[in-house]
Each structure stands twice: as C-alpha cells, then as structure tokens.
C-alpha cells in the first residue's frame, strides 16, 4: 500500500461530457501529479501541483486542468471528453526536495463512448 | 524518437531463470532512474530506485545505470510466478523542481512459468 488513494476506481462517460477524479496524496507528500496511461503505454506526465499551484505540464491540451487543496489532496479535469481519453490515470504524490521517489495510487479508469 | 525506449516484449521465461529488462534513453540530463512493477489493472509499485550511474541491489533485484552508454537495466534472481507483470522504467531530470515529473518507457510484459 502506497496510502496514494483515487476515485473512482472506474467510470463511464459519453463524448463531450465532463469528468473529475480525486486523489488524496501519500501522508506528509505535498506533491501530486497526474499521468495518463492507455492501454499498452507507459503514463504519460499530464501536469503537478505544488503549493496548490500548477508546477509543470506535459503535453496536453488545455481542457485538462486541475487543483490541489491545502491538505495535499488534488482533482483531475477533464472537459469536452474525446475517446481517446479512455485511458488509466494515475495520481502519484512525492515530497519536494527529498529526492525523486515517486509513489502511484491505484489508477481511476475512464471509458469514454 | 521516444526519449526513452523500451522493449515491450512479452518476455517468456521458466521459473528460477534470470530476467533482463532493459531501456535506452535519450536525454543525457536524466539523473533519477526508477523501475515500477505493474501488475494488470492496478497502479504501478516502486521497485527500485537510482541516482546517477552505478548499481543497486534489493533481495533479487538488481539495478544498473550506464549514463556514459544511456542505457539502464534491471536483473531479477530466481524468478517466480508472482514476478509476472510489466516492468515500466521510468527516469527524470535532476532539481527539486522535477520532482515527480517522469518519463516512462512503453513497459516490458513478463511471464515467468512454473
């Protein structure tokens, strides 16, 4: 166990629709980050807070956004659903400056038909 | 090119052999070198972890890093059945600041038969 905990585990959405999913950090971890992983892929880098702020993005489009709360724990948007965003995402929580382990929660599942 | 490549097998091996999971990279600024275990369905587990060039040993697990050659592996002892899964490498820049942000390989998918 990680203590890295996401939901929904899985979820259906229809094209077009809008998702967010939910990720409560490692104890003491004030880094989140968000990696998408489709089928047969490594995760992608979507973006990381820190300090509640957007601290690094990857490459992907705007309509992927997110927040981070005080406590650490963080949403994933998701807006104007497309099906290739039919992927695993990943939340994974680390600590700034105590070197670069990296902690992965269970994944939330998102079918997008 | 992807700036980390990895073959994505599968690999077939008898249970007691010796596997070899490899990546090539690209970036010659990469400091940090992980593997992650993947088990279907679920979020990947931190294996092993790396900075810099040189080897690291846990149980049956062994990790090398070649920066001069951009190249990292990781060899498992005695596999067993329970070792079935894929081995994603993973690696990133040096800095606080990267911090989280890694690059992943496509994953090697491993089956060790009893």
């Known amino acids: 166990e990680t203590g890295v905990t996401q939901s929904p585990t899985h979820l259906i959405k229809t094209r077009g629709q809008q998702v967010t999913l939910r990720c409560s950090s490692q104890?003491?971890?004030?880094?989140v980050s968000w990696y998408q992983q489709a089928l047969g892929q490594g995760p992608q880098f979507i973006f990381q807070?820190?300090?509640?702020?957007?601290?690094g993005r990857g490459n992907f489009p705007p309509r992927f956004s997110g927040l981070q709360f005080p406590n650490y724990s963080s949403e994933l948007n998701v807006n104007a659903l497309e099906l290739d965003d039919s992927a695993l995402y990943l939340c994974?929580?680390?600590?700034?400056?105590?070197?670069?382990?990296?902690?992965f929660g269970e994944g939330s599942w998102l079918t997008v038909v | 090119q992807k700036e980390v490549e990895q073959d994505p097998g599968p690999l077939s091996v008898p249970e007691g052999a010796i596997v070899s999971l490899n990546c090539t990279y690209s970036?010659?600024?990469?400091?940090?070198f992980m593997w992650y275990r993947q088990y279907s369905r679920k979020g990947p587990e931190l294996l092993m972890y790396?900075?810099?060039?040189g080897n690291k040993e846990d149980g049956r697990f062994t990790a090398q890093v070649d920066k001069s050659s951009k190249y990292i592996s990781l060899f498992i002892r005695d596999s067993q059945p329970s070792d079935s899964a894929t081995y994603l490498c993973?690696?990133?820049?040096?800095?606080?600041?990267?911090?989280?942000?890694?690059?992943f390989g496509q994953g090697t998918t491993l089956q060790v038969k009893p």
């Open positions: 994974a929580s680390s600590q700034q400056g105590s070197g670069n382990t990296i902690y």
């Open positions: 790396t900075y810099s060039s």
């Open positions: 993973a690696m990133s820049l040096h800095g606080s600041s990267n911090t989280g942000k890694l690059i």
């Open positions: 807070y820190y300090r509640e702020e957007e601290n």
């Open positions: 104890s003491g971890h004030n880094t």
């Open positions: 970036n010659s600024a990469f400091q940090y």
